[in-house]
């Protein structure tokens, strides 16, 4: 008898290396309307959270422009890159980041992706 295998298309993954953070299209399709965000660290329960900003948010400036963060959308996927975050990060986690996948969730309270950096 045959045990079906999980896919992971539906699944929401974070890729961490050294230089941005790459999400799968499930994770890009959150910020597929949106070009900047937000980025916070959760050195207590090792989380990141990517809170996606809109156009009007900005023009109200709701958020210091300091603050925000560039999301590339491509085919399939989205890319925020910060080499000083990723070097924030990978301290935080002990670890080096070689292209880690992460597993994430939608927090639909808060609207924000919530990305688990302990190392799996």
């Not at 070009?35 to 990517?50: P, V």
């Not at 023009?59 to 399939?76: A, F, I, P, R, T």
């Not at 990978?90 to 969730?105: H, M, Q, V, Y």
Request: glycine share 4%; proline share 2%.
């Amino acid at each position: 008898m045959y045990q079906w295998i999980k896919g992971n298309v539906y699944k929401l993954i974070a890729t961490l290396s050294d230089t941005c953070i790459t999400l799968n299209n499930s994770a890009a399709n959150h910020f597929a309307d949106v070009r900047w965000c937000l980025i916070g660290i959760d050195s207590d329960e090792l989380k990141l959270a990517i809170k996606p900003v809109s156009k009007t948010d900005i023009d109200l400036h709701l958020y210091s422009l300091e603050d925000l963060h560039k999301v590339s959308m491509g085919n399939g996927y989205a890319r925020i890159s910060n080499k000083s975050l990723m070097q924030s990060v990978a301290e935080l986690r002990g670890a080096p980041l070689l292209n880690d996948k992460c597993s994430c969730e939608w927090d639909e309270k808060n609207n924000m992706l919530v990305i688990n950096l302990a190392v799996q």
